[in-house]
């Protein structure tokens, strides 16, 4: 079953083809990261006109690469897919028109996705994956421990209380003079730092919850504390990498143990983050199976929505 998929939630514009939920046909991104820079975050009114700018682009892209690469044509689609939330309105819109207008010339049905159970599903391309397993789901919009039990069976077991997770390292970047966005650069300079140079704060919380506004806190006072002094990027950039990846481990290790499901998974855009996925594999010495996405399927992509849109359609 071939599925076209497109993703518009945020600032990246993609499109892509995916056999049987897990084999790559045609994958295309066209990010954002250039316009929003210059406004320190994405600004959604913009994000909303560049997706209509470019989305005409990124289908013909990825039909062309299906064409050349397997001589796959718009007619062998039997579904079209959109992100439906959650995402900037404005954004979901384009894809999501984009999608239903492709479905309705092709006359094939019309899937919609959750964004979140997509950045799951990133770890089923180009693997074999199956569940259950325990995922940490790690974006610029939230962070979640998911037990998947199966493919379309999903369950929340723990969520943050304030601030996500690609959010805290966005800000943390930023009070650091870091641009935006600032997470990739944090985790580079990290690996230059002292990780122990510095003792940050983790939040006491209930099992079932995170918490980084005082830790983001914490970074703020001490960028302040060296006002007219150089500021030791790296060693700050490894400190806070290494408090906020061990709390997201231990948690999900808790929680793995607590539900006895001995296959550990991230997924979302802090997924690429070095330092975790180091930390994830680690866990192998204790007896846990880990996985986590390609790097190209961590951040906004389509390949992971079509791949959700084959798991949970109705069959
Ligand atoms: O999943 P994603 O592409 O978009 C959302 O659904 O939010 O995640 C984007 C987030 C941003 O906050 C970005 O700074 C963060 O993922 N990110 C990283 C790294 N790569 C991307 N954070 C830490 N380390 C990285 N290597
Ligand atoms: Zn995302």
Redesign the pocket.
């Given at each position: 079953m071939l599925i076209f998929g497109i993703e518009t939630?945020?600032?990246?514009t993609a499109c892509a083809i995916i056999k049987d939920g897990r084999e790559v046909i045609s994958n295309v991104v066209a990010s954002q990261i250039k316009t929003h820079e210059i406004f320190g975050g994405v600004v959604p009114e913009v994000a909303a006109r560049e997706h209509l700018d470019t989305i005409n682009v990124v289908i013909n892209e990825t039909f062309e690469n299906a064409k050349k690469d397997f001589n796959i044509s718009p007619d062998d689609i039997d579904a079209f897919a959109s992100t439906v939330g959650p995402?900037l309105v404005g954004c979901l819109l384009v894809g999501l028109n984009a999608a239903k207008a492709l479905s309705l010339c092709y006359d094939k049905p019309y899937i919609g996705v959750n964004?979140?159970q997509a950045?799951v599903c990133a770890n089923f391309l180009e693997s074999d994956l199956k569940p259950p397993f325990i995922c940490l789901l790690?974006?610029?919009?939230?962070t979640q421990v998911i037990k998947v039990d199966d493919y379309d069976k999903q369950e929340i077991i723990a969520s943050t209380i304030d601030d996500?997770?690609?959010?805290v390292?966005?800000k943390a970047?930023r009070l650091m003079g870091l641009s935006?966005?600032?997470?990739?650069k944090?985790?580079?300079l990290a690996q230059e730092g002292n990780k122990n140079a510095f003792k940050l704060p983790t939040a006491k919380v209930k099992e079932n919850e995170f918490s980084f506004s005082g830790l983001k806190t914490a970074v703020l006072r001490l960028v302040q504390s060296y006002k007219g002094k150089e500021l030791p990027v790296n060693d700050i950039c490894a400190s806070f990498?290494e408090t906020i990846t061990t709390t997201l481990i231990n948690k999900t290790k808790f929680l793995a143990d607590k539900y006895n499901i001995k296959t550990i998974v991230l997924s979302?855009?802090?997924?690429?983050?070095?330092r975790?996925r180091e930390k994830l594999f680690e866990l192998q010495n204790e007896g846990y199976k880990t996985f986590a996405p390609k790097m190209k399927f961590?951040?906004?992509n389509a390949a992971m929505v079509a791949s959700c849109a084959y798991f949970n359609r109705i069959k």
């Open positions: 939630s945020c600032d990246e995402g964004h979140l950045h790690v974006s610029g919009g939230h996500a997770t690609g959010e390292y966005d970047a935006y966005p600032g997470g990739i944090l985790d580079k990498q979302g855009g802090v997924a690429a983050n070095s975790l961590c951040t906004d």
